[in-house]
């Protein structure tokens, strides 16, 4: 049987080729050039359709990685400006000041230089007593032992975290006649700690500017 089957295989495939040789040798030549300026054109559009599909293939993969790289770029730089906006909760290393008041006479122009020698020794993330500090921030004395920042009374002992370069820090605010100094000749006393690990949680919600707008670009022109 197994025999019979591939024998009868063999005589169907013979005569579609037999017959299909006789089909072609039956044509005249004229139809035969026209068979094959078909299958030539035929095969001329199958190779283009297959190069705009391969263009189209390559573009979509280019497309998707330009995408990605901007949502990657968008998401970083929106990291970068949460941590210096103050809108999102950071770690690393820095340092830890306790600033001791036992005769209330440290004000809030002392606690500023804090503030300023902290940005200028490269100080990225603070927070004074649980308040998150940025750019914008205030500080008035209040009324009684204590100084306003930002809108909320912050009474003694005054707890500051840096995320900065440790060691730079330190210099900077322990510096002869510096901010620390400051503290202590008003009667405070000022405990300083280097960190390898520390956290600041506390954040701020940005509000929308009531008079600043940005400026159109080009290509929104």
Not at 23 to 38: F, H, I, P, W, Y
Not at 59 to 83: D, F, H, Y
Not at 146 to 167: L, Q, S
Not at 175 to 196: C, F, H, W, Y
């Amino acid at each position: 049987m197994a025999v019979l089957c591939a024998a009868l295989g063999f005589g169907v495939v013979t005569q579609i080729r037999q017959t299909h040789d006789d089909a072609l040798s039956g044509m005249r030549q004229d139809d035969l050039v026209r068979l094959l300026d078909e299958l030539t054109r035929r095969n001329h559009e199958l190779d283009q359709e297959q190069e705009q599909l391969r263009s189209d293939l390559a573009e979509l993969r280019s497309s998707t990685s330009s995408r990605e790289a901007a949502a990657k770029a968008a998401a970083e730089q929106a990291r970068v400006q949460g941590v210096l906006a103050g809108t999102l909760p950071v770690q690393g290393s820095g340092v830890r000041v306790m600033i001791q008041d036992p005769s209330g006479e440290v004000r809030a122009q002392n606690l500023l230089k804090i503030l300023e020698e902290l940005r200028n020794s490269g100080a990225e993330a603070v927070e004074l007593s649980g308040q998150r500090l940025t750019a914008s921030s205030w500080m008035l004395d209040a009324s009684g032992a204590g100084v306003v920042v930002d809108g909320t009374t912050v009474r003694p002992p005054y707890e500051w975290t840096a995320i900065g370069d440790p060691h730079t820090i330190s210099v900077a605010l322990d510096i002869p006649g510096g901010a620390l100094a400051s503290v202590r000749n008003a009667g405070g006393k000022a405990q300083l700690t280097e960190s390898d690990d520390l956290e600041i949680t506390a954040v701020r919600e940005l509000e929308a500017p009531k008079h600043a707008t940005p400026v159109p670009s080009k290509d929104d022109e």
